[in-house]
């Protein structure tokens, strides 16, 4: 500061420099702002039109009569087949849909074994089959755990069935890219995976499918972009989400967005290289935020926050629901099933698929949650480039401890939802598109034959008619507190330490 100030005193020519300077930042920083504010020609074109009160009414009064259930799909889903089956995760947001259409389609709750290190907590699933269900409490990054759930004898009715084994548990860190998130992940979603993996073999299992994510391809958004480029986008500022990253080497650590997507991508692999005819494996990446209960982080998390801190309004995403997610699962499974498969096409590599409609803005979402939940909500818009410049102290900060140990235990941790706010946050959340083109195909073109069975408007707004049907008349005080994913991921991580 004496510096600047001593400069500014003795000359005209260093005080006209100074300000020069503080009016190029302050340019450039609305010139950022402005792009990422702004929506590319071809998003626009890809995107829905923005959705309306009216069709929202529609839909909520469509589905308030007739909801779109596991029960009113079931049509929708492979035939049953005899098998016996492991869901680890099943207590989960995938996993409990798995176990619940598994149910539909008539499956016995004997046939089904939930591994998972959460209760069971889902509404639907503590009552009437599923809660028949045997559910075994499960550390995955523990082998001895793993074993003992696997090696648990079954009703000798289906013990002499094939075994299929859907493996959806992992934990999830979304905007965190430093080596020490990795280890914390690796553990549970890279060693957690060997570890199911190398149980599912040991119990005899021939079908193995894992979930995987979207975000496995996402490349890292570049937004400080040349001020001179003054019509043109950030790089990779608009990505298609699919999976051609996977016939290519493994990309190093730093080309992921995060931490959690490459341990993802390297579960992934472990999981489609393990395919071979006694044991065929494949992947589902999901793409992009996954929806469709209150502990979901896209819908549920904002519903049972109220108050919803937004500046991405304008960003285009694919969504997909949980319903339509487990869908794929038992659709590759179908396939899978087929003994001579592993030489098929489909045999061990991933699928992505999405929500069967075009990818809608956060502010359609935000829109819908506004004006048809019974609980209060609304947004309050920041300024996007403010939330990136503090996005990026937030991660000097945070890396401090690592880099100077000595800090450790001086300097407070960064609490609540502050520690996302990073700056990889900033290329989960860019103009993200899916397609469910491969994962569509009929089975004898490469694909696993997937429909989805509820598009992202009737999915959105039903899971807001289920919110209001638990909350209307109810005091603030009696709302029902969700616990997302991420705060999950939270706890256990505290646990494990
Ligand atoms: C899933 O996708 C299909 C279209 O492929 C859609 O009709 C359906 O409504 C979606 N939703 C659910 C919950 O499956
Ligand atoms: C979603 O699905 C419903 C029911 O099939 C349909 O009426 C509606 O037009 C669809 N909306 C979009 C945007 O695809």
Same mark, same amino acid.
């Given at each position: 500061?004496?510096?600047?100030?001593?400069?500014?005193? &003795?000359?005209?020519?260093?005080?006209?420099?100074?300000?020069?300077?503080?009016?190029?930042?302050?340019?450039?920083?609305?010139?950022?702002?402005?792009?990422?504010?702004?929506?590319?020609?071809?998003?626009?074109?890809l995107k829905q039109k923005p959705w309306t009160f009216e069709m929202l009414k529609e839909a909520y009064a469509r589905l308030e009569k007739n909801p779109i259930t596991v029960?009113?799909?079931?049509?929708?889903?492979?035939?049953?087949?005899?098998?016996?089956?492991?869901?680890?995760?099943?207590?989960?947001?995938?996993?409990?849909?798995?176990?619940? &259409?598994?149910?539909?389609?008539?499956?016995?709750?004997?046939?089904?074994?939930?591994?998972?290190?959460?209760?069971?907590?889902?509404?639907?699933?503590?009552?009437?089959?599923?809660?028949?269900?045997?559910?075994?409490?499960?550390?995955?990054?523990?082998?001895?755990?793993?074993?003992?759930?696997?090696?648990?004898?079954?009703?000798?009715?289906?013990?002499?069935?094939?075994?299929?084994?859907?493996?959806?548990?992992?934990?999830?860190?979304?905007?965190?890219?430093? &080596?020490?998130?990795?280890?914390?992940?690796?553990?549970?979603?890279?060693?957690?995976?060997?570890?199911?993996?190398?149980?599912?073999?040991?119990?005899?299992?021939?079908?193995?499918?894992?979930?995987?994510? +979207?975000?496995?391809?996402?490349?890292?958004?570049?937004?400080?972009?040349?001020?001179?480029?003054?019509?043109?986008?950030?790089?990779?500022?608009?990505?298609?989400?699919?999976?051609?990253?996977?016939?290519?080497?493994?990309?190093?650590?730093?080309?992921?967005?995060?931490?959690?997507?490459?341990?993802?991508?390297?579960?992934?692999?472990?999981?489609?290289?393990?395919?071979?005819?006694?044991?065929?494996?494949?992947?589902?990446?999901?793409?992009?935020?996954?929806?469709?209960?209150?502990?979901?982080?896209?819908?549920?998390?904002?519903?049972?926050?109220?108050?919803?801190?937004?500046?991405?309004?304008?960003?285009?995403?694919?969504?997909?629901? +949980?319903?339509?997610?487990?869908?794929?699962?038992?659709?590759?499974?179908?396939?899978?099933?087929?003994?001579?498969?592993?030489?098929?096409?489909?045999?061990?590599?991933?699928?992505t698929v999405t929500d069967p409609n075009a990818p809608i803005q956060f502010q359609d979402m935000y829109f819908a949650l506004e004006k048809l939940s019974v609980t209060p909500?609304?947004?309050?818009?920041?300024?996007?480039?403010?939330?990136?410049?503090?996005?990026?102290?937030?991660?000097?900060?945070?890396?401090?401890?690592?880099?100077?140990?000595?800090?450790?235990?001086?300097?407070?941790?960064?609490?609540?939802?502050?520690?996302?706010? &990073?700056?990889?946050?900033?290329?989960?959340?860019?103009?993200?598109?899916?397609?469910?083109?491969?994962?569509?195909?009929?089975?004898?073109? +490469?694909?696993?034959?997937?429909?989805?069975?509820?598009?992202?408007?009737?999915?959105?707004?039903?899971?807001?008619?289920?919110?209001?049907?638990?909350?209307?008349?109810?005091?603030?005080?009696?709302?029902?507190?969700?616990?997302?994913?991420?705060?999950?991921?939270?706890?256990?991580?505290?646990?494990?330490?």
């Amino acid at each position: 500061m004496d510096i600047i100030q001593s400069l500014l005193a &003795q000359s005209p020519v260093g005080r006209s420099a100074v300000a020069a300077f503080g009016i190029g930042l302050v340019l450039y920083l609305i010139f950022i702002n402005n792009r990422m504010r702004g929506v590319p020609d071809d998003m626009k074109r890809l995107k829905q039109k923005p959705w309306t009160f009216e069709m929202l009414k529609e839909a909520y009064a469509r589905l308030e009569k007739n909801p779109i259930t596991v029960k009113t799909t079931k049509d929708r889903l492979p035939p049953k087949l005899s098998r016996r089956y492991v869901v680890v995760g099943g207590n989960g947001l995938v996993g409990g849909y798995i176990v619940l &259409q598994l149910l539909a389609r008539g499956q016995s709750p004997e046939s089904i074994r939930i591994v998972d290190y959460q209760k069971m907590h889902r509404k639907d699933m503590l009552e009437g089959p599923a809660a028949e269900i045997d559910v075994i409490h499960t550390d995955i990054s523990s082998v001895a755990s793993t074993d003992a759930a696997f090696t648990k004898a079954w009703p000798s009715l289906v013990a002499k069935l094939p075994l299929t084994v859907f493996h959806t548990a992992a934990v999830m860190v979304p905007s965190d890219r430093s &080596q020490s998130a990795y280890k914390f992940l690796e553990r549970i979603n890279i060693e957690g995976t060997k570890n199911v993996l190398a149980a599912a073999r040991k119990a005899g299992a021939d079908v193995f499918i894992s979930t995987a994510s +979207g975000s496995i391809s996402v490349r890292n958004v570049e937004l400080w972009m040349a001020p001179w480029r003054l019509c043109g986008w950030p790089k990779n500022y608009v990505q298609p989400l699919n999976e051609a990253d996977f016939s290519r080497p493994l990309r190093p650590f730093t080309e992921f967005y995060s931490a959690y997507a490459a341990s993802k991508a390297t579960a992934e692999r472990i999981v489609c290289d393990a395919n071979c005819e006694r044991l065929r494996t494949g992947t589902i990446r999901p793409a992009n935020g996954i929806y469709g209960h209150p502990t979901d982080n896209v819908v549920g998390s904002p519903l049972n926050l109220a108050t919803c801190p937004a500046w991405s309004y304008n960003i285009v995403n694919s969504f997909i629901h +949980g319903m339509n997610c487990s869908l794929a699962h038992l659709d590759f499974e179908a396939v899978l099933a087929d003994p001579r498969s592993s030489t098929m096409p489909q045999a061990g590599r991933p699928f992505t698929v999405t929500d069967p409609n075009a990818p809608i803005q956060f502010q359609d979402m935000y829109f819908a949650l506004e004006k048809l939940s019974v609980t209060p909500f609304r947004t309050v818009p920041l300024i996007p480039v403010h939330m990136l410049v503090t996005a990026y102290m937030i991660e000097f900060y945070m890396m401090l401890p690592h880099r100077f140990p000595i800090l450790k235990d001086i300097l407070p941790k960064v609490s609540g939802d502050a520690k996302y706010l &990073q700056p990889a946050l900033f290329s989960i959340m860019t103009h993200l598109y899916a397609t469910n083109d491969p994962a569509s195909k009929p089975v004898k073109e +490469g694909g696993i034959g997937y429909h989805g069975v509820i598009n992202t408007t009737d999915g959105m707004v039903q899971q807001i008619v289920e919110w209001n049907n638990e909350h209307i008349g109810r005091q603030e005080n009696a709302w029902v507190k969700y616990k997302s994913s991420m705060t999950l991921a939270d706890e256990f991580e505290d646990l494990q330490k």
